[in-house]
């Protein structure tokens, strides 16, 4: 993520790419106007062109004006709009997804619905948060356990590491100050990630919904993200954060994590983890993701697709 408001003016090569033109553009504090086919962030230093063709999805952070010339520019090429805050540690609304294509949502979806590449997501998603062990043949229920003792062993790991007292997980809902200072920046960390995770599962046009280890909440999927980068990212930022003071540690946990999301240019990777775990026997490039071309097609017998836009009863019967 790049924030044109802190520094020199971009260009295309200067801007975070994915690959191609998945690019979040994050920007704050600034309005954000139209100029021929570029949009223009201006701010107290100065303006800053970005040619709109070039953006896959723009990140409005806190302090954004944008003008309706603006948005119209930014749907006209496809790019995606997200209401974020700040560097994308809170997620609050968004336009369209950066992609016309449906190929990651029809993945998302074929593997949801069967109940045996359901499971083959999970276990991928546990080899990706502890690459030393190999979950293969184990049950969703071996898989929960086994995910609960290497967070407990992250957890009590952070402790030593920090000398900070750890009397175990609590939280309840609602009410982020009955926890005690460690877990409230553990609590901090987590609706961080949620944040980040819900802006890049959007941007892809997943659903948040078809989660593949939690269930049943309208952000499920966003919840099985989030948790990839728990006790490599987030719980150890929490501790160091909780170590330092217990003086306003929500707010400085959040600050941490959004200055390492940033050194880690984490969204690139979610992007790429995401489509590998929902295309993992495809080509993860990204042309069928930004193609620029609306490309519709209708379902016909034995999964073949059948070109849109004619009338095939007219084809069928000989008739024109």
């Known amino acids: ?37 570029a949009i223009t962030a201006e701010d107290a230093e100065g303006t800053t062109h970005i040619p709109s063709a070039t953006i896959g999805t723009l990140l409005l ?39 016309r294509s449906s190929a990651l949502a029809q993945a998302q979806a074929l593997q949801w619905a069967n109940r045996r590449t359901r499971l083959d997501v999970a276990r991928a998603m546990y080899r990706l948060r ?26 009590r ?43 890049v599962v959007t941007a892809l046009g997943c659903s948040p919904a078809l989660g593949f280890v939690h269930s049943g909440h309208e952000l499920s999927f966003v919840l099985d993200i989030a948790d990839l980068y728990k006790t490599e990212i987030g719980i150890p930022i929490a501790f160091d954060a ?15 994590l959004r200055d390492r999301i940033h050194e880690l240019a984490l969204m690139d990777r979610v992007v790429d983890d995401i489509k590998g775990l929902l295309l993992p026997d495809n080509d993860t490039g990204t042309g069928a993701l930004t ?20 009338n095939h009863a007219s084809l069928t019967e000989g008739l024109w």
């Open 1 to 37: 993520m790049e924030t044109p408001g802190r520094r020199p003016a971009s260009t295309p090569r200067d801007l975070t790419r994915v690959s191609d033109r998945l690019s979040f553009i994050y920007l704050e504090r600034c309005t954000i106007h139209r100029d021929a086919n």
């Open 61 to 99: 952070g806190p302090g954004t004006r944008i003008t309706h010339q603006a948005m119209s520019v930014l749907g006209e090429t496809g790019a995606g709009v997200v209401w974020v805050g700040e560097h994308g540690v809170r997620y609050y609304a968004s336009g369209r997804a950066l992609t």
């Open 130 to 155: 502890f690459p030393d062990e190999d979950p293969a043949g184990l049950t969703r229920h071996e898989l929960l356990g086994r995910e609960g003792r290497r967070v407990k062993d992250c957890y």
């Open 157 to 199: 790991a952070q402790a030593e590491r920090t000398g900070i007292p750890w009397k175990g997980r609590r939280y309840t809902p609602g009410d982020f100050a009955s926890g005690d200072t460690v877990n409230q920046a553990v609590t901090a960390a987590a609706q961080a990630m949620y944040g980040v995770a819900h802006a």
């Open 242 to 256: 909780a170590a330092e003071s217990s003086e306003d540690v929500g707010a400085r946990t959040r600050r941490s």
């Open 291 to 310: 193609n620029d071309i609306d490309k519709v097609t209708l379902q016909s017998d034995r999964d073949e697709h059948v070109p849109a836009g004619v």
